[in-house]
Antibody
Framework: QVQLVESGGGVVQPGRSLRLSCAAS????????MHWVRQAPGKGLEWVAA????????YYADSVKGRFTISRDNSKNTLYLQMNSLRAEDTAVYYC?????????????WGQGTLVTVSS | QSVLTQPPSVTGAPGQRVTISCTGS?????????VHWYQQLPGTAPKLLIY???NRPSGVPDRFSGSKSGTSASLAITGLQAEDEADYYC????????????FGGGTKLTVL
């Protein structure tokens, strides 16, 4: 039973930083690519970032490029998202999601999400 | 503005068949990247519904089916049930410089 549990969300002021974590269990974490996907209130899904199974390649949406950094620690079965220079438009539920393969296939498991609110 | 275009809403009566379209371009669906579909019930995380254009994960009823042709894909739901009322999203990959994973804008399915 694959489980993905996000943490680290909360209320943060514009311009500040926040780091999200995602603890994975129930499968071989190091065999799968991982993603962060967000959903603003009442809006659709927006892919944020992805990282290969071994961390060797990382990809970002234009909207977060240069501000967000995705990383992983395979020894701890944990995925991270470092979010800097946060803006009001970054307010969303952030989902940790597992890729069905090592690189870029489909998303087969999703966490329950953690809410990030950027507000002064 | 999503890279993949879906109708904002579709409606159907119980027992009917509905389809949801997903239109892309030559840099994503038309570049032979697979299309995947997700179902998001109200207040919950998305769930994988169809992968690799037409494959159903274990546990997904065969009332759900997917297809792909050219730069478009479709999700069909037959024998519509009340519990199918949800948001549906298509997803693919984009080979352009500014793209990687791309989602459609989502379609709200209402069961009358």
């Amino acid at each position: 039973q694959v489980q993905l549990v996000e943490s680290g969300g909360g209320v943060v002021q514009p311009g500040r930083s926040l780091r999200l974590s995602c603890a994975a269990s129930g499968s071989i974490f190091s065999s799968h690519g991982m993603h962060w996907v967000r959903q603003a209130p009442g809006k659709g899904l927006e892919w944020v970032a992805a990282i290969w199974y071994d961390g060797s390649n990382k990809y970002y949406a234009d909207s977060v490029k240069g501000r967000f950094t995705i990383s992983r620690d395979n020894s701890k079965n944990t995925l991270y998202l470092q979010m800097n220079s946060l803006r009001a438009e970054d307010t969303a539920v952030y989902y940790c999601a597992r890729d069905g393969g090592m690189v870029a296939t489909y998303i087969d498991y999703w966490g329950q999400g953690t809410l990030v609110t950027v507000s002064s | 503005q999503s890279v993949l275009t879906q109708p904002p809403s579709v409606t159907g009566a119980p027992g009917q068949r509905v389809t949801i379209s997903c239109t892309g371009s030559s840099s994503n669906i038309g570049a032979n990247y697979d299309v995947h579909w997700y179902q998001q019930l109200p207040g919950t995380a998305p769930k994988l519904l169809i992968y690799g254009n037409r494959n159903r994960p274990s546990g997904v009823p065969d009332r759900f089916s997917g297809s792909k042709s050219g730069t478009s894909a479709s999700l069909a739901i037959t024998g519509l049930q009340a519990e199918d009322e949800a948001d549906y999203y298509c997803q693919s990959y984009d080979g352009s410089l500014s793209g990687y994973v791309v989602f459609g804008g989502g379609t709200k399915l209402t069961v009358l």
